[in-house]
């Protein structure tokens, strides 16, 4: 077990090392998590408010993602919508679905394997700030891709 955990743990470095050089300046917060790689990306990267389009200026953002996907086949991928607390539950967990859809169909059509990659939303069930400011709302409206070592890896 210990060969196969150096391994996974290197696997990860070489991820992180490479994820965080192409992803410098652009906004977005990469934290390790034990095994997991999660890539934050906030409102005024990704989307405009209550669309699910990704905006033009993410299409590189993303491409470097997709990128570095590419390269570590390894690795299984979680994209997870998230919203403010405006608007019902209903329409906030529709749109944070089809936010992380949008993101798993760009990556897929930069060549990273769509049987990888997950797409799920939590609507507003999950804020990291407060809904009470146009700020915490901003934070709150975000996208995580979570990456992890395949389990048979």
Not at 50 to 71: C, Q, W
Not at 95 to 105: C, E, G, I, T, W
Not at 109 to 136: D, H, L
């Amino acid at each position: 077990g210990g060969v196969v955990g150096a391994g996974v743990g290197a696997y990860l470095d070489y991820q992180e090392r490479e994820l965080r050089q192409s992803l410098e300046g652009t906004g977005v917060t990469i934290e390790r998590q034990g095994d997991d790689l999660r890539l934050i990306m906030p409102s005024e990267v990704t989307f405009d408010v209550a669309s699910y389009e990704i905006k033009p200026s993410f299409f590189a953002v993303l491409g470097n993602v997709a990128d570095v996907m590419i390269n570590y086949p390894e690795t299984t991928i979680q994209i997870a919508g998230h919203t403010d607390s405006d608007g019902s539950d209903s329409y906030n967990q529709d749109l944070s679905v089809q936010r992380s859809a949008a993101v798993r169909n760009f990556l897929s059509g930069q060549g990273v394997e769509y049987a990888r990659m997950s797409a799920v939303g939590f609507g507003e069930r999950f804020p990291i700030a407060s809904n009470t400011t146009e700020y915490g709302k901003a934070q709150n409206r975000r996208v995580e891709i979570t990456l992890s070592p395949a389990s048979d890896y």
